[in-house]
């Protein structure tokens, strides 16, 4: 893939690799620490994601983990004495959780997690944002608050349960056990087990497949879905607006213009 210069946040604890062919890749890059996600990582969240919305030449993000041993332990327990020193403290670090992920699981784009190794607490929190998981056979997941004396988050509560149902979701959070790449798939907490040494070429041929359709109606389909899975039972005036502009826009003209002349589209 050729790519533009690599682009750094955090320190250089999360790189952005934009390439030619759309597909853009942002890795947690804290090998050493199992790509644990500090309190400045959370925070860069939100300009990574705002880079990443505003180019055009992006169709596709990819999140994945420097390394093989994990996709991300989680949040990096040893900021936690600070992080919970004080009520103040511990609501500004939710608070900014929570609206990073929010910036991960709102993006209109196709979001892909290209998981190894453990992926766990807040790294599980990530995937669960993506739209779609592709793990490697050895991968490692869990949510583990039990195991530490936090509480989980309603919204992460929410994702986890409509991933993997209540029974199952209950098991994961009062177990706090790790669960294998089978069992995730089974449960539904993933959605592709792939073996490790061709999980990159896995996921680059099925973003590429998604960069050749046609955006309106990924970002439409996207968007109901997750209108759908929120309790929604009727569309909103926003989402009503999406769905009739994909019939009036170049889209649908390029692609039945293509239909009719026996070739391949080629959308903008």
Known sequence: MTASPQNSFAGGDILIDIGSNGIARVTLNRQASRNAITFTMWQSFEAVMARLVLDETVKVIVFTGSGNRAF??????????????????????????????????????????????????????????CDLRFAAPESRFGITPANLGPAYSFTDTKKLVNAVGVSRAKDILFSGLLIDAPEALRLGLIDRV?????????????????TKRARCSLQVAKATINSIAAGDTEPSEALLDMYWDSFTGDDLKEGYAAFIEKRKPNFR
């Open 194 to 210: 792939i073996p490790e040494d061709l999980l990159t070429a896995e996921v680059t041929a099925y973003a590429m497949r998604l």
């Open 72 to 129: 991300s332990g989680g949040a990096d327990i040893s900021e936690f004495p600070k992080t919970y020193a004080t009520p103040e403290n511990t609501r500004q670090f939710a608070d900014t959780v929570a609206n990073r992920q929010g910036a991960i699981a709102a993006c209109r784009k196709p979001v892909i997690a290209e998981i190894r190794g453990a992926c766990v607490g807040g790294g599980c929190g990530i995937a669960l944002c």
